[in-house]
């Protein structure tokens, strides 16, 4: 399995370490990155769409943030999408179990599913694999 970029967008910063810790046990990724809110992990994305090398392969999106929100990410990230020559792979992982929330990430074409926190190793395994 070739090693994989991995995002991981959420304001929590106990679940920051705490995923982190998972994406190294891991061992699936080459690189990861973590932004607290989707205003940043918007900015990043745009700063990296001349070198694909380092645009992520899958984002892990937390939806509740402050500044900018996952459903907003998204809306900003469909407005660059003809810019990136990649596909970003990516998953709502959220403690939200509201059936809306679940709904309304099958709107989105670039969502690939919902996770419910926390997420386990085999998830990320799984994630992965289905990107081959």
């Known amino acids: 399995m070739k090693k994989k970029i991995i995002w991981v967008v959420d304001d929590d910063a106990i679940y920051q370490i705490i995923i982190n810790k998972i994406i190294q046990k891991s061992d699936i990724f080459s690189e990861s990155a973590s932004f607290k809110n989707g205003k940043e992990a918007i900015n990043a994305l745009k700063n990296s769409i001349t070198d694909v090398d380092s645009i992520p392969d899958i984002i892990l999106l937390d939806i509740n943030m402050p500044v900018m929100d996952g459903w907003e990410f998204m809306e900003e990230m469909k407005m660059i999408k003809s810019q990136i020559n990649k596909k970003i792979i990516t998953y709502i992982v959220s403690s939200s179990i509201a059936i809306e929330d679940k709904n309304k ?28």
């Open 105 to 132: 990430s099958k709107k989105f074409a670039d969502i690939f599913g919902y996770i419910s926190k926390p997420v386990s190793v085999n998830d990320l395994l799984s994630i992965a694999s289905k990107e081959e």
